[in-house]
Antibody
Framework: QVQLQESGPGLVKPSETLSLTCTVS?????????WGWIRQPPGKGLEWIGN???????YYNPSLKSRVTISVDTSKNQFSLKLSSVTAADTAVYYC?????????????WGQGTLVTVSS | QSALTQPASVSGSPGQSITISCTGT?????????VSWYQQHPGKAPKLMIY???KRPSGVSNRFSGSKSGNTASLTISGLQAEDEADYYC?????????????FGGGTKLTVL
């Protein structure tokens, strides 16, 4: 079955760029579906960050759009997230997920998540 | 895009039924029947329980059901079991020109007494 796994540094300094990668197994990204990133600050709710198609087409949350870049590497069956100029407010568990629905309106399955802390 | 409104907590006894509400606006929940629901146990990733309002993914118990009335979507869990104790989040397509432009609720903690 489809499995996703996030990886990347767990600690990032303020004003620097957060970089995470999601490795997909059990399904070829090139076969279809959008792939997305969602985050959850400690003790808080979920926030959609953005989605990408294997062709490279991206859609971002307007509130984060100026700082977010999502890219895809089909040869490695991976997609990645970069979030620039981070602050403490970007501290969160970051999840990757497969996106479903004609409007990209549901997420399944999810990766286990990775905690990224922004601190000097 | 504003977050959807969910009650902070609900509770019920084993065997009972509970309903979690998710209130949006005419721009999201009210116009599109594209609400999904996620179950999240502590320290775990969210799990899709309901999508597109009332559809259940394969493997999800039929004790979970979804519905909508006006700007409010609801998740009903019947025959409550101890393992249902978790946080539940609703999510709706927000009707923007952005594919995947979704908004989440703040989450509801379900306690099984």
């Amino acid at each position: 079955q489809v499995q996703l796994q996030e990886s990347g540094p767990g600690l990032v300094k303020p004003s620097e760029t957060l970089s995470l990668t999601c490795t997909v197994s059990g399904y070829s990204i090139s076969s279809g579906y959008y792939w997305g990133w969602i985050r959850q600050p400690p003790g808080k709710g979920l926030e959609w960050i953005g989605n990408i198609y294997y062709s490279g087409t991206t859609y971002y949350n307007p509130s984060l759009k100026s700082r977010v870049t999502i890219s895809v590497d089909t040869s490695k069956n991976q997609f990645s997230l970069k979030l620039s100029s981070v602050t403490a407010a970007d501290t969160a568990v970051y999840y990757c997920a497969r996106v479903g629905g004609s409007y990209g309106n549901w997420f399944d399955p999810w990766g286990q998540g990775t905690l990224v802390t922004v601190s000097s | 895009q504003s977050a959807l409104t969910q009650p902070a907590s609900v509770s019920g006894s084993p065997g009972q039924s509970i309903t979690i509400s998710c209130t949006g606006t005419s721009s999201d929940v009210g116009t599109y029947n594209l609400v999904s629901w996620y179950q999240q146990h502590p320290g775990k990733a969210p799990k899709l329980m309901i999508y597109e309002g009332s559809k259940r993914p394969s493997g999800v118990s039929n004790r979970f059901s979804g519905s909508k009335s006006g700007n409010t979507a609801s998740l009903t869990i019947s025959g409550l079991q101890a393992e249902d104790e978790a946080d539940y989040y609703c999510c709706s397509y927000a009707g923007s020109s952005t594919f995947g432009g979704v908004v989440f609720g703040g989450g509801t903690k379900l306690t099984v007494l």
